[in-house]
Structure formats: structure tokens, C-alpha cells
């Protein structure tokens, strides 16, 4: 799989959701920002607006659950049908048996990490995911100035990725842009979130395709973090 595109829809107008989803055709999945007030500052929107999406668009979710206890709450992303649930490891108990409950109700699993938050410690655990996603903001809000800091870390997940010959995804989340996107995928990632670069464009579409060109063309691709 090559340089994908995820829109959040943090940064789009709650009351037409259906209608940022149009205005995206070529993303290849809407991101969703699922914040409880509790694990960040913020609160948006659980289960029935996701619900709503899935009929909606055919464009498929990836949930990323900013929620304390997602042991309890997560699986019911999954139930509903999105395509990818992220939770976040300094909120699971149990990030095995969440990441395994996922993938056995047929979503993508994945994991995400704060700012703050080092790799290392989870390398056993790759395995157990389809995506990591590595935080370049702290998690709560739209709009916020892209963290050049966490690129190290983009840059060992994709060095463990290569180490133990992953399938995993490799997301990164929060300012990302055309400024900042080519450092991104030059770190090795390959899922990109980006919600007030798309949304906040005259033309969300056209930012898209040029958010993708700018990866592809500074890559190194999905596998090829340790060999190029
Ligand atoms: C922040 C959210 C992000 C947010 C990114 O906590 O997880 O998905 O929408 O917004 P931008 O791309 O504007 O930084
Ligand atoms: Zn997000």
C-alpha cells in the first residue's frame, strides 16, 4: 500500500458532514476524531454521528478514539462497521487484547501514540496492529503547529516496522500540510491525517492530490524506510 490520505473532519462543519465527505472524493479515508473531555480537553461527537457517516459516504472511517477506557468503547466502532479503530496506548489496559477484540470483528487495529509517548517500548506489540499512529500535535484540537520533534520517532517506528517485516501503517496526525507532509513521508509514514490543510483549502479535493503528490515524491514508500 503507498501514501494514503485521511481527511479530518475535525476541521470540516459539524452541521454538513455528508457534504465534506463529498467535497473528498480521491481521500482514500475520512478520519474522525472521537474526543470524551476526559483523556483530552475537547469533546465531539461517539457512536450515533459515526453511524450517521457510515450511511453517508462510501468512503471508508478511521476512527481515531481520543476516549479514556476504549477497552470498554472501542468495539463498538468496530461493530458498527468503520473501517480502522485507533485507540490510545496511555489510555488501554489491555492494548493486546483491544488490538486482538478489533481485528476478530473485522476492522483495522490501530494504536496511537502522544507526543510524549516513545515507540520503544511497544516493539513486541507491532504485531498485534494494522496502523501506528504517531502524534505530531498534542491530541485535542485542530490547527495546531506541527511538532518537528516527534519526527524521530516516525522515523524509529518505521526502522521497527522494517525490523520485524510489517504490514503496518505508519499515520501521522495533527499540522500536517503541504509544508510539512514531505518531512512526514520522508520519516517513513504513510497514512496522512491532515484537517485544517484539506478543509480550510478553497479546495479540499485538489489539496488532497497535491498532499499525495507531495508524499509520493519525497517517500521513501511504505517498505523501503531501512533500504533506501
Ligand atoms: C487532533 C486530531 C487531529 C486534527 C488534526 O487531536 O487528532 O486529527 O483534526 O487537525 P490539523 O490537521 O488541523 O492539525
Ligand atoms: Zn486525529
Known sequence: MGVQI???????????????AAAVPHADWLHVDVMDNHFVPNLTLGLPVVEAMLKATQIPLDCHLMIEDPDRWAPA?????????????????APIRLARELRSL????GMALKPATPVDPYEDLLPELDMLLVMTVEPGFGGQKFLD??????????ELIA????????????GVSAETIERC???????????????????????????RRLAESAGPSSNAGLTS
Not at 149 to 158: D, F, H, I, N, S
Open 6 to 20: 485521511s481527511p479530518s473532519l475535525l476541521s470540516a462543519d459539524f452541521a454538513r458532514l455528508a457534504d465534506a
Open 149 to 158: 520533534v516527534c519526527l524521530p520517532k516516525v522515523r524509529r517506528a518505521r
Open 185 to 211: 513521508a520522508e520519516a517513513g509514514a504513510d497514512v496522512f491525517v491532515a484537517g485544517s490543510a484539506v478543509f480550510g483549502a478553497d479546495d479540499p479535493d485538489r489539496m488532497v492530490e497535491e498532499l
Open 77 to 93: 466502532y468496530a461493530e458498527v462497521g468503520v473501517g480502522s479503530v485507533t485507540f490510545h496506548v496511555e489510555a488501554a489496559r
Open 163 to 174: 525490523r520485524h517485516g510489517l504490514e503496518l501503517w505508519l499515520q501521522v496526525d495533527g
Open 106 to 109: 473485522g476492522t483495522r487495529a
